[in-house]
């Protein structure tokens, strides 16, 4: 059977990214993102440089509708989607008790929920199949102490890691993985679109990955079924400090590796 990929967010960072490095392995594509000039443009770049077909689905992960939609219209075109990566994210930029509770269950949505949803629609396809692969983008946010911005980053990429564990517990014995990739400070316009630049300016250069090498290792840690990947030896280095060195010590040097996430408000 052909291996076919679909990947949310794709138009750019990452999942762009990610979608490269599936291209250049022969997968077919079919990538979902929200800006349609956008994911057209990236769909050219990686008809170009990839072994396999690519297919584009503008969709909105805000719409309590779009999973089942996307779902139907893989479907309907015949696309026999044996990995999903989950990509699609964002953060809120203001305060939480400035930000209005809609904007609080959109993100939930996109992040969470959708998650959920599309990790359901396909998974069913997946075990009629036999195999099957699922990729979540989370973040070392998830092991990490909350944060002073961005209150619900970390709490839903935490829920983001423990599905995808769930998943392997019930799914593995049956050809199903679910690989958490939980990448660090990665070059992308996450930040400025998520409104903290300046935060990310004053990261140490050393702090910073670029999204193709975070593509990369999450690409080879999904397809050999590992659990969870932290791309880079520095983010490897700084989950396994997260689990050891309690958290009120973290503190005591993170203005220098985190800038702005553990300021007092």
């Not at 990665?186 to 930040?191: K, P, V, W, Y």
Request: glycine residues 6%; positive net charge; contains cysteine.
């Amino acid at each position: 059977m052909k291996n076919t990929a679909l990947i949310t967010g794709a138009s750019s960072g990452i999942g762009f990214e990610i979608a490269k490095c599936l291209a250049e392995r022969g997968y077919d594509l079919v990538l979902t993102a929200r800006n349609e000039d956008k994911l057209k443009a990236a769909a050219e770049v990686l008809c170009e440089s990839g072994k396999g077909t690519v297919a584009v689905v503008v969709a909105d992960l805000h719409n309590p509708h779009a999973p089942q939609d996307l779902y139907n219209h893989c479907v309907q075109k015949g696309f026999k989607i044996n990995l999903l990566v989950n990509n699609a994210g964002y953060a809120i930029a203001g305060s939480f008790d400035q930000t209005p509770m809609e904007e609080e269950e959109k993100f939930i949505r996109v992040l969470g929920i959708s998650v959920v949803a599309l990790s359901k629609l396909f998974l069913k396809d997946m075990l009629e199949a036999g195999e099957g692969k699922i990729m979540m983008i989370s973040s070392v946010a998830a092991f990490a102490p909350p944060s002073s911005i961005q209150a619900l980053y970390g709490p839903i990429k935490t829920f983001v890691n423990r599905f995808s564990e769930a998943l392997n517990l019930n799914y593995n014995h049956r050809g199903i993985t679910s690989t958490a990739v939980c990448p660090g400070y990665t070059i992308t316009n996450f930040h400025t679109a998520s409104g903290v630049q300046e935060e990310m300016d004053r990261v140490p250069s050393f702090m910073k990955k670029e999204a193709s090498l975070v593509a990369k290792e999450a690409v080879e840690a999904t397809l050999k079924g590992k659990k969870v990947c932290v791309p880079s030896r520095t983010f490897k280095l700084i989950v396994f400090l997260l689990k050891v060195v309690p958290h009120s010590l973290f503190q005591l040097f993170s203005q220098r590796l985190a800038p702005g996430r553990y300021d007092r408000k």
